[in-house]
């Protein structure tokens, strides 16, 4: 199944999230059977970040949102653990700090942006002043409508500066969402991920998916595309994102960097230095050692 292109935003198209089952599995049947796909994909991505970051030219961005319980610590812990951290970094977009409220909306998401080498996991992202914002009223209309467009330019320039940007909604069901509501309850592991803002928001469902079809619609581009990933099934998830990622990062053309020095040269220094080691070895075994000198000096005693 081509994920990449099935579960693609269309650029201008509409989204209705009622229409996508997030239940769907596509031709697999279970976590069993996918589970190979999965740990192939994902450790190719080990080996395509590996190039990522040694040629230094490119980057990417990949954008995870969801309600809660989506499943956004799932994908970036299952699929990412095997990346590289010195060129991997994940970000999380809380509730803005006094320092980030002063700012315009986009300051942190230009702070988190990749440098060239770098894959950046925005888990929760700049597209929350689009979605909380929204449903919560803490701006106009006139506000929040008018950022659309300013998150547009922003991930252009990205683009444009060499960043892959790949956006991801994790589809689930609020079946599903209360059912991991209760296994949070019964796992005390669990528990700190309990807030007393999990069943107010919930309320808020409709509100949400509503500001989730708009913004995806708006801001879905060919240079930073969006994926509606049905969720409810968490090895599914896996697998299409895992896919895309690494299709994503093959496209990129990786490959190492040319040397940058004459590995001619090189290799005379390393045989010289290698055989000024051995010659140094013979001669440290020539010579007796502490503890023979002194068995020498008692037997002469």
Known sequence: MNCRKKLLVEPGTK???????PSYTGKHESHEK??????????RMDKLQY???ADGDQSLLVVLQALDAGGKDG??????SGMNPQGTISIGFKQPSKLEAAHGFLWRAHLGAPAKGQVVIFNRSHYEDVLVVRVHNMVPKSAWSRRYGLINDFEKMLSENGTRILKFY???SPEEQLERFRLRLED??????ISESDYSERELWPKYIEAYEEAMEKTSTKHAPWYVIPSNHKWFRDLAISQIITETM????LKLPPTQVNLKEIRAKYHAAEAEGEEQGKE????PGKSASRRHSLHAT
């Open 15 to 21: 989204v209705r999230l009622s229409k996508v089952d």
């Open 34 to 43: 996918a589970l190979p796909e999965i740990q192939k994909h994902v450790e």
């Open 51 to 53: 190039l990522l970051y």
């Open 75 to 80: 994908v970036v812990r299952h699929l990412f």
């Open 170 to 172: 994790l589809h689930i």
């Open 188 to 193: 005390p592991a669990r528990h700190w991920k």
């Open 250 to 253: 093959e496209d990129m053309n």
């Open 284 to 287: 440290k075994r020539a010579r």
